[in-house]
């Protein structure tokens, strides 16, 4: 069993900066592939960003690929979304989730989720 925490939520204006971080605990959270995805009000959960467990491979989503890092720390037990260059699409319910999957996309490839955390960005 692994669980899964968000924090570093909030708003912020255009061009902004937000780092997120996801804290998880369990046995063995450590050997899990890691994803962040989204969910803007009225819209389906989207993919952003995925990390291996080693962290040797990410891959992003071409709308957030430039702007967003994913890393890890695998001693700490925690997974960190750096998101630059925000902009209002960017809004949404962001969700840390784990897979036992290499580099999954795919939302019904991860098992574990968090309750997530609203970013919100103005115009």
């Known amino acids: 069993q692994v669980q899964l925490v968000e924090s570093g939520g909030g708003l912020v204006q255009a061009g902004g900066s937000l780092r997120l971080s996801c804290a998880a605990s369990g046995r063995t959270a450590s050997s899990y592939a890691m994803g962040w995805f989204r969910q803007a009000p009225g819209k389906e959960r989207e993919f952003v960003t995925a990390?291996?467990?080693?962290?040797?491979?990410?891959y992003n989503a071409d709308s957030v690929k430039g702007r967003f890092t994913i890393s890890r720390d695998n001693a700490k037990n925690t997974v960190s979304l750096q998101m630059n260059s925000l902009n209002p699409e960017d809004t949404a319910v962001y969700y840390c989730a784990a897979s036992a999957g290499r580099l999954p996309r795919r939302s019904y490839q991860y098992q574990y989720w968090g309750q997530g955390t609203q970013v919100t960005v103005s115009s």
């Open positions: 990390i291996s467990w080693s962290g040797d491979s990410t």
